[in-house]
T-cell receptor, first 110, second 117 residues
Framework: SQQGEEDPQALSIQEGENATMNCSYK?????LQWYRQNSGRGLVHLIL?????REKHSGRLRVTLDTSKKSSSLLITASRAADTASYFC??????????FGIGTKLQVIP | GAVVSQHPSRVICKSGTSVKIECRSL??????MFWYRQFPKQSLMLMAT?????????EQGVEKDKFLINHASLTLSTLTVTSAHPEDSSFYIC?????????????FGQGTRLTVV
């Protein structure tokens, strides 16, 4: 299966600071997606980066992908209290099933 | 962008009854859909892979007779929780993948919160 493993498991920062979380995976991918989940809610798609891309931006989000290291990172700049959530990466490749790690639980303190 | 819609978003049912959850790909065709379950404060656990026109593939430990999956068309997969019990209370999420092409992207529904009383 294609499972992403997020690191760190928990992250607590002050509002205005940047938050960086990492994702590692084991097999080849077509693309990698990042999701946010607020407590008790569904998954919100944040950004998708394709295997031939190295960096992608969307608003305050910056995602990098290093296929040689099989890793990705999500950077949230100028964090806000509303960014408090769990973040999951989803490596997607071929017809393999997608499984999730335990995510990174981000807490942004006002 | 591609949209996956789940219905209902919340459902409460009595023990012993069955509940059906729908997962629709609104603007694309999905040969494969995935069903996940998430218990409170835990990660999403893959339950089964649903393939259009064929039987679903269940993960180890998931009872296929209890969690019936039907993928009758390229835009709809259903998960039926049969004879529900309180321990089946959970958050269920589906994912659909684009059909064809090299980059098969996966998109997720917003989830269904099932409470069995």
């Amino acid at each position: 299966s294609q499972q992403g493993e997020e690191d760190p498991q928990a992250l607590s920062i002050q509002e205005g600071e940047n938050a960086t979380m990492n994702c590692s995976y084991k097999t080849s991918i077509n693309n990698l997606q990042w999701y946010r989940q607020n407590s008790g809610r569904g998954l919100v798609h944040l950004i998708l980066i394709r295997s031939n891309e190295r960096e992608k931006h969307s608003g305050r989000l910056r995602v990098t992908l290093d296929t040689s290291k099989k890793s990705s990172s999500l950077l949230i700049t100028a964090s806000r209290a509303a960014d408090t959530a769990s973040y999951f990466c989803a490596p997607v490749g071929g017809y393999q099933k997608v499984t999730f790690g335990i995510g990174t639980k981000l807490q942004v303190i006002p | 962008g591609a949209v996956v819609s789940q219905h209902p978003s919340r459902v409460i049912c009595k023990s012993g009854t069955s509940v059906k959850i729908e997962c629709r790909s609104l603007d694309f065709q999905a040969t494969t859909m995935f069903w996940y379950r998430q218990f409170p404060k835990q990660s999403l656990m893959l339950m089964a892979t649903s393939n259009e026109g064929s039987k679903a593939t269940y993960e180890q430990g998931v009872e296929k007779d209890k969690f019936l999956i039907n993928h009758a068309s390229l835009t709809l997969s259903t998960l039926t929780v049969t004879s529900a019990h309180p321990e089946d209370s959970s958050f269920y999420i589906c994912s659909a993948r684009l059909t064809g092409g090299f980059a098969t992207e996966a998109f997720f529904g917003q989830g269904t919160r099932l409470t069995v009383v």
